[in-house]
């Protein structure tokens, strides 16, 4: 593909963090181009900034990074997006990442906002797995996932910014908007299929480029590659608040080289990709994924050895 030009620029104490500045945000420029397929712009421009506070904006071919100064007294740990401790690039990356969703596509209206907000945050997290590697992507999906507990109850992701009117700050428009957003969209992944998840992705990029998009354009690409219909999965995730009540029975055959699972939904019927845990009595663990799809889904899966008791468990979606 095309190369793409990368620059920096600061005040001059914010000089000794730029220098590295444009090196990482090339790196990042690169590993999204490859993910979308293609990247919108032939130049980024990184303006870095001083603040008290971390954060961003990004328009068309450069984005503003505020950087706190070392005298400042602001904290915001406890905020819903406050990964510095795993991941201090985090709004680095969120930023470029609005170069694709944002700027190279739109969004077309406010409902649609998690296109571009939960998107960005989705890149950003999956370039966190490409340089820090799985632990620390899955230390902050924990993390996510924790936030969406937390403010849950306060309306669905298509509320978009109104979410923040609810609470009086942008606490859980953060952790809906941006954080939801990625734990529905590793969950779609799950469910299709990670390589089917990505074409998707670049499919709905490639044929929304510098168009306002929908949740509907998005779950049309992923129909399309998945050969799957998708209308109850966005429905329940995106337009809903709910979420899924799943138990599970597990029965170990009498020879022991099997168990037959029931995995129950009470409430709305979710389309999951269910994950269960099994610990044996000498040797590592293992795991299986299941796709479910009806409020009862009953199973036969194989077995490597012999099962501890109450070694088949649940892993919790959210």
């Known amino acids: 593909g095309r190369s793409i030009t990368v620059d920096a620029l600061s005040n001059p104490r914010q000089l000794g963090n730029t220098r590295t500045l444009a090196a990482r945000a090339a790196d990042m420029v690169a590993f999204y181009a490859g993910l979308a397929g293609s990247a919108p712009y032939p130049s980024f421009t990184l303006l870095s900034l001083e603040s008290d506070l971390p954060g961003g904006h990004s328009p068309a071919y450069f984005a503003a990074i505020n950087q706190p100064s070392p005298q400042s007294q602001v904290t ?3 905020d819903p997006i406050a990964f510095d401790d795993r991941f201090p690039d985090v709004f680095l990356a969120h930023e470029v990442a609005h170069q694709w969703w944002g700027q190279g596509v739109g969004v077309k209206n406010y409902h649609e906002q998690w296109l571009s907000e939960g998107l960005a945050q989705y890149f950003a997290w999956r370039y966190a797995g490409q340089v820090r590697g799985p632990d620390v992507q899955r230390a902050l999906l924990d993390r996510m996932k924790a936030s969406v507990r937390r403010y849950n109850d306060s309306g669905p992701i298509a509320m978009g910014y109104r979410l923040g009117h609810v609470v009086g700050d942008g606490s859980n428009f953060r952790a809906i908007v941006y954080n939801k957003s ?5 969950l779609l992944g799950r469910l299709i299929g990670q390589d089917v998840f990505d074409r998707g992705l670049r499919r709905f990029y490639q ?7 929908g949740a509907d354009d998005l779950r049309r690409a992923m129909e399309a590659e998945s050969g799957q219909p998708l209308g109850r999965f966005f429905d329940r995730w995106v337009h809903e608040s709910d979420l899924p009540q799943v138990s599970l029975s597990a029965v170990v055959e009498h020879q022991g080289d099997a168990a037959v699972i029931r995995i129950v939904q009470t409430g709305p019927v979710f389309d999951l990709p269910v994950t269960l845990t099994i610990a044996y009595a000498d040797g590592p663990a293992g795991s299986v994924t299941l796709a479910v799809h009806d409020a009862v889904t009953e199973r036969r899966i194989p077995l490597a050895g012999r099962v501890k008791p109450g070694g088949i468990r649940l892993v919790p979606v959210l």
């Open 76 to 78: 915001w740990r406890h």
């Open 207 to 213: 044929e929304m480029q510098f168009r306002k998009a």
């Open 182 to 186: 990625v734990v529905v969209l590793d």
